[in-house]
């Protein structure tokens, strides 16, 4: 399944959507350097690349954003409240861009050019960089922060293989289950498991825990759609949880139209 990364961004995103094939994708993170690799795909070969080791599969994640010239619209929906927050989404030169059309206006795009991405922030007045004392802050009052926006987990250097043949849903899906730990201890998150699906590289599942390893946060997508022969994201739910007693604490839908090539 090939999906956009942790919702949005994901994510996350896992975060989460690539129209490359599989065997591009996979070959592409096989034989990149995993320091600043181009994005762009590598020959198809005539067999399928060996299994992926933790990195490759980290590697694999980040290039799965890669799709450029493609406008999504879409929109985020409170599962308590009912509020719709419409959005736009458009990918262009390696920049993810995030218009919400609710007033107030707000653009927050992600430039993947730099290593980790860079999101910036939109609004009246000008732009600025989205500091990292602001991740956890939520996106126009929903269960998305900005740091599920920024996809800064995907670039943390301590990744570890959980499980090389894990199974996702009733569906038995096959996928890797990696785990990313981060530097610091500054962000929303301290760890990260990352279900990546092996057909495409997309991440299906996400789960975010914090530093008493309780999870905060969990990314699955639950609908998807068929566009040109390739299995895209149409609806991923995104559940915040009360990490004392892991009760939930909310629930958002992000639910996305076919892509339109630009």
């Known amino acids: 399944m090939t999906a956009l990364a942790i919702g949005l961004a994901l994510a996350t995103s896992f975060s989460l959507y690539s129209l490359m094939n599989r065997r591009q994708l996979l070959t592409a993170a096989a034989l990149a350097p995993l320091a600043a690799a181009p994005l762009v795909p590598a020959p198809v070969l005539a067999e399928d690349p060996p299994e992926l080791n933790a990195e490759q599969v980290l590697e694999l994640v980040r290039r799965s954003y890669a799709l450029q010239n493609h406008r999504m619209n879409g929109q985020l929906r409170d599962d308590d409240t009912g509020k719709v927050e419409p959005l736009e989404l458009t990918l262009t030169g390696k920049v993810m861009r995030f218009r919400f059309k609710n007033p107030p206006p707000e653009i927050v795009h992600l430039d993947?050019?730099?290593?980790?991405?860079?999101?910036?922030?939109?609004?009246?007045?000008?732009?600025?960089?989205?500091?990292?004392?602001?991740?956890?802050?939520?996106v126009r009052g929903m269960d998305f922060n900005y740091e599920d926006l920024s996809l800064?987990?995907?670039?943390?250097?301590?990744?570890?293989?959980?499980?090389?043949?894990?199974?996702?849903?009733?569906?038995?899906?096959?996928?890797?289950?990696?785990?990313?730990t981060a530097p610091d201890q500054k962000g929303p998150y301290y760890t990260v498991d990352l279900w990546v699906e092996k057909e495409s590289g997309g991440v299906a599942k996400m789960e975010a825990y914090d530093t008493r390893s309780k999870m905060v946060k969990r990314f699955q997508v639950t609908k998807v759609q068929k566009v040109d022969g390739a299995t895209v994201l149409k609806e991923m739910r995104i559940e915040s949880f009360n990490p004392g007693d892991g009760a939930p604490k909310g629930r958002t839908y992000l639910t996305l139209d076919k892509p339109e090539k630009q």
Do not use: H
């Not at 050019?113 to 999101?119: D, F, G, I, N, S």
């Not at 800064?152 to 990313?180: E, G």
């Open 112 to 138: 993947l050019t730099t290593a980790p991405a860079t999101l910036w922030q939109v609004k009246a007045g000008g732009s600025s960089p989205v500091p990292l004392a602001n991740a956890a802050e939520p």
């Open 152 to 180: 800064r987990f995907t670039y943390w250097k301590n990744v570890k293989m959980m499980d090389s043949t894990a199974r996702l849903t009733a569906a038995r899906v096959k996928c890797w289950l990696i785990r990313v």
